[in-house]
Nanobody, 116 residues
Framework: QVQLVESGGGLVQAGGSLRLSCGASGSLTAMGWYRQFPGKERELIAGITRGGSTKYADSVKGRFTISQDNAKNTVYLQMNSLSPSDTAVYYC?????????????WGQGTQVTVSS
């Protein structure tokens, strides 16, 4: 069982920046950040493999950057040019692949609120 602990959410004004962090208790195959709007399903906004390959949702491309420190099993999400439409609960997720399948782990979620 891998535990994920997030930090860095909060309140920021439109146009501002926030940096989210997510530390894992063990090594994972890939990690990512999801967000969830009220009444909606979680959506993947950024992902990174242990080898460093990244992907982004169109809604955040060019504004958000995912990075990692493999030695610390930690992933970061740098969020710039935030707008009120980015207000959501942000979740860290980690995936562990093994021969017969994979396991997905979730952080507890952190609220990001962008004021206009």
């Amino acid at each position: 069982q891998v535990q994920l602990v997030e930090s860095g959410g909060g309140l920021v004004q439109a146009g501002g920046s926030l940096r989210l962090s997510c530390g894992a208790s063990g090594s994972l195959t890939a990690m990512g950040w999801y967000r969830q709007f009220p009444g909606k399903e979680r959506e993947l906004i950024a992902g990174i493999t242990r080898g460093g390959s990244t992907k982004y949702a169109d809604s955040v491309k060019g504004r958000f950057t995912i990075s990692q420190d493999n030695a610390k099993n930690t992933v970061y999400l740098q969020m710039n040019s935030l707008s009120p439409s980015d207000t959501a609960v942000y979740y860290c997720a980690g995936e562990l692949d093994y021969g017969s399948g994979h396991e997905t782990y979730w952080g507890q979620g952190t609220q990001v609120t962008v004021s206009s």
